[in-house]
């Protein structure tokens, strides 16, 4: 199967506090993508990050950071110290070959308090 | 930053009705897809398009959809004669080529009653 889970449904935290999405893939392929959406609110998709499979760096930009482990097939995001305007719910999404189209998961709606 | 467009944003229709959404993709981008989102669920894939055809498709893309470029520019996801199902989000995407992010569209919200 080639697939992507993303078992926490909700996560609510208070402002400046971090927190950790997880996502855990599926995949026959040797050479994958994987990336990461955010929708906020308005309902339009973001692109986040896209990351190889060759490519086992942690990648940080501002807040937000990746850990990506072949070796546990997760591909994890982490906002450091949260603000409200980053309540959305974030998809991780992996392009099937040989078309490219993405399955996604089933997404982790994040809310921050202030 | 060029953007893909989405019109119209919001589509009430008639159950039965046939409605086309509409996209205009980035300009030098030559993979084209549809995906649906049902109200708090996860973005599911319909179609992609490449070459002025379908490349692969969904089980939920039946006979009643259908998808054209009809001046090479726009990109249209035409259903027949909607359901009540059908209502959802609708999203447009695309890509450059094979190693590229997909980029979205802001979608248009179907609503069948």
């Known amino acids: 199967a080639q697939k992507v889970t993303q078992a926490q449904t909700e996560i609510s935290v208070v402002e400046k506090e971090d927190v950790t999405l997880d996502c855990v893939y599926e995949?026959?392929?040797?050479?994958?993508?994987l990336f990461w959406y955010k929708q906020p609110p308005s309902g339009e998709l973001v692109f986040l990050i896209r990351?190889?499979?060759?490519?086992?760096q942690n990648e940080i930009s501002g807040r937000y950071s990746w850990n990506f482990q072949k070796s546990t097939s997760s591909f994890n995001f982490t906002i450091t110290a949260s603000q409200v305007v980053d309540s959305a719910v974030y998809f991780c999404?992996?392009?099937?070959?040989?078309?490219?189209?993405?399955?996604f998961g089933a997404g982790t709606t994040v809310t921050v308090r202030a | 930053e060029p953007e893909v467009t989405q019109t119209p944003s919001h589509q009430v229709t008639q159950m039965g009705q046939e409605v086309i959404l509409r996209c205009v993709p980035i300009?030098?981008?030559?993979?084209f897809y549809w995906y649906r989102q049902i109200l708090g669920q996860k973005v599911e894939f319909l179609v992609s398009?490449?070459?002025?055809?379908?490349?692969?498709k969904s089980e939920i893309f039946d006979d009643q959809f259908s998808v054209e470029r009809p001046d090479g520019s726009n990109f249209t996801l035409k259903i027949r004669s909607t359901k009540l199902e059908d209502s959802a989000m609708y999203f447009c995407?695309?890509?450059?080529?094979?190693?590229?992010?997909?980029?979205f569209g802001p979608g248009t919200r179907l609503t069948v009653l």
């Open positions: 990351r190889n499979s060759f490519d086992e």
């Open positions: 995407a695309n890509r450059q080529s094979s190693y590229n992010e997909q980029f």
């Open positions: 999404a992996l392009p099937l070959l040989d078309d490219y189209k993405l399955s």
């Open positions: 398009f490449y070459n002025n055809e379908i490349s692969e």
């Open positions: 995949t026959r392929d040797t050479t994958y993508y």
């Open positions: 300009s030098n981008h030559l993979y």
